[in-house]
Structures are given as C-alpha cells and as structure tokens.
C-alpha cells in the first residue's frame, strides 16, 4: 500500500502545493481522499500511474468546502469511462443530506453537466465508527469546524484529520495507526506572542497549530506525524519554522512536498 500527497495546501493553491487531495493504491484498488485541486495532478505523470494502474476507484470526502471540492468539476476528464464511488459522510455526521452534498454543487449553473448525466459516477454513503470498503476497514468520526468535517482511519495505517480544531479525541481515534495526517495551520509559538493572541483566538476556533498536532501524535503513539493542509498565506521558512517546533513535542513530524510518496506497512 502506498500514499501519495497530491495536495498538502489548504484554501488556496499555490504554485508548488494543491489544495487538499490524498491518494492510497493497493494494486488495483485506488482508494482517494478529498477532491481539492491536487486532484488534477492525476492526469499528469508521476500521478498519472495510478489512474492507468487502477482497477477499482474510491473517492472519500471530508466535508463539502470547496478547497476540498472543487476538483469535482474534473471529473469527466480524469474518470471517463471509469467507474468512480464517491463516499460522503452520512447526515448524522454532519447534518447534510448525502443527496444534496454533491448533487447540488454538480449541476448547472455551477457545473456544465449534473451528476445524474455523468456515467459511472456512483454515491455511496459512510456512517460514523467503522464501515468496510473494498476489504478495507474505514473508521469515521466527526470533528469541530465551522462545518462539521469527518476523520478517516484506514485500517492501522493511516489517519486523516483535517480541518479541525485540535481534539483530544484524535489521539484515540489515531492511536497506534503507522502515519496520522494532520492539519496545520499555524506554528503555535504564537500563543506566547501577546500581538498576536486575536489571531491565535480565531485560528483555534477553525483549525489546529503545528504544536498542537505534535502533542497529538505523541499521545496517539503513531509511527509519523505529516503536517498538511498548510496555511497558503505563509512560506517555507514558515513552514519549516513550524517542523522544528513540533519536533521538540513529536520528533517524527515531517512536512513533505506535493507529489511525496510514503509505501504503507512496508
Ligand atoms: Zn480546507
Ligand atoms: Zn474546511
């Protein structure tokens, strides 16, 4: 099994990071996770290959803002002639009906074509705790954002929490799993800064810092911590000033490039 980063930034691209989208192939079973912008990247090589490779395509997502959805409208370029499951968190996750999330974003006037007219397009729905797909194990659980996201945890392999606050509740929910993929958005050495305890404040009713994170994956004892959905408005030194910081709390912790592949119980 491998994962393959296809989209690391968060809200908006830039021109070395995409919006948020992660790929796992198993042979021919290509599993994905969100449908930002780096869902794109798979019609070009190197991402390319796991498209041809695939005989079986699963797309999941965490919730319905738009950095994670746009790459919807790509659709009928990357999947033509190919069936593709789209999974979405069932209402009692998030309160949103399966039948309105992506219907009503992929329809006119917002797409060219419904997604009744697009062949081979099939919408399948997840409940929380564990649900089994393709012979895989795929737990969900809700978190705290402006709207509600899910986390996903496949198998003992990887865990998914983005666009969250930083909950407590994901260091059980991750506990023991090979990789957790945690958003980040800030450093967190701010909050010693008084200046910038407003920002702090708001950031923390939104998103988690690259301190709290740390603090996460130590308690949750899993093997990497990757720092993802970064904050678009900043740059690498900020990036690698936040590395640093959740190394002195989780010394695993790596923030890799877009396209950086990782195999998975290896
Ligand atoms: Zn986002
Ligand atoms: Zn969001």
């Known amino acids: 099994m491998r994962l393959t980063l296809l989209g690391t930034q968060g809200w908006i691209p830039t021109p070395r990071r995409e919006t948020t989208c992660l790929a796992v192939d198993d042979g021919p079973l290509l599993f994905i996770f969100d449908a930002g912008t780096g869902l794109g990247r798979l019609l070009r090589p190197p991402a390319s290959k796991l498209i041809a490779g695939a005989a079986e395509i699963h797309l999941f997502l965490t919730h319905y803002h738009l950095d994670h959805v746009c790459g919807l409208a790509y659709l009928p370029a990357i999947f033509a002639g190919r069936t593709l499951t789209v999974h979405v968190p069932d209402a009692a996750l998030n309160g949103v009906e399966p039948q309105r999330g992506v219907p009503e974003l992929i329809r006119k006037p917002y797409n060219p074509r419904a997604w009744h007219e697009q062949p081979g397009l099939v919408l399948a729905t997840l409940h929380e705790g564990v649900n089994q797909v393709a012979g895989h194990e795929l737990r969900l659980r809700a978190q705290c954002h402006p709207d509600t996201t899910v986390a996903y945890r496949l198998d003992d392999r990887f865990v998914l929490a983005t666009d969250t606050v930083a909950d407590p ?68 030194d900020y990036y690698a000033q936040m590395q640093t910081a959740a190394r002195t709390i989780f010394a695993p912790t790596f923030i890799y490039p877009d396209l950086h592949e990782r195999v998975l119980g290896g």
């Open 169 to 236: 509740q994901t260091a059980i929910f991750a506990r023991g799993a090979e990789v957790l993929l945690h958003e980040s958005w800030i450093d967190g050495v701010e909050e010693d800064d008084p200046a910038a305890q407003e920002m702090v404040r708001t950031t923390y009713q939104a998103h988690s810092s690259a301190r709290q994170a740390a603090a996460l994956a130590a308690q949750a004892g899993v093997g990497e911590l990757i720092l993802m959905h970064l904050n678009p408005l900043r740059d690498d």
